[in-house]
């Protein structure tokens, strides 16, 4: 079974360089998700820094609450280098500090966000990314994968 059939994947914010302003990530609905993973991939930056957080509402246009997450980033600084797949150790975000900071620490490394979506604040079904505009250069793109709580319908099929 291939990972689109398992799991939903979301794209969420377009490539974009965040420094034409704050930019507010595509809401993703996540009502029947048991959790979310969220994938940043950031390319050239400057030394400048932006504040990058999850936030979770009722709808997808009204984001009210910061979320618990925990995250990881790429180890290495150059995505093309052996060893681009290994992550540093998980860093926890409660809600009261819900922010990671991204500057030219981050140029050319991807950052794995990993979301409990029974951390959200009850009724809360939506969440989305959202970044500060600190940067005046600093190009981004995500899309978040949802664990469905429910098994995803298969059909067997028969072949001869």
Request: aromatic share 6%.
């Amino acid at each position: 079974m291939y990972l689109s059939e398992q799991y939903k994947i979301v794209p969420i914010i377009e490539p974009i360089d965040t420094g034409d302003g704050a930019q507010t990530g595509a809401g993703v609905n996540v009502e029947n998700a048991h959790h979310a993973t969220i994938i940043i991939l950031f390319g050239d930056q400057n030394d400048e820094t932006t504040q990058v957080s999850v936030r979770s509402g009722t709808a997808h246009d009204t984001m009210a609450a910061n979320v618990p997450f925990t995250y990881a980033k790429r180890a290495n600084a150059d995505i093309k280098a052996v060893g681009a797949d290994i992550l540093t150790t998980d860093v926890e975000r409660e809600a009261s500090e819900n922010y990671f900071l991204a500057n030219s620490d981050l140029e050319d490394r991807l950052v794995v966000i990993e979301v409990p979506v029974a951390a959200l604040t009850a009724g809360h079904t939506w969440i989305r990314v959202e970044s500060s505009d600190t940067a005046t250069k600093q190009m981004i793109a995500a899309l978040a994968i949802l664990q469905p709580r429910y098994a995803p319908l298969t059909t067997a099929v028969q072949t001869t």
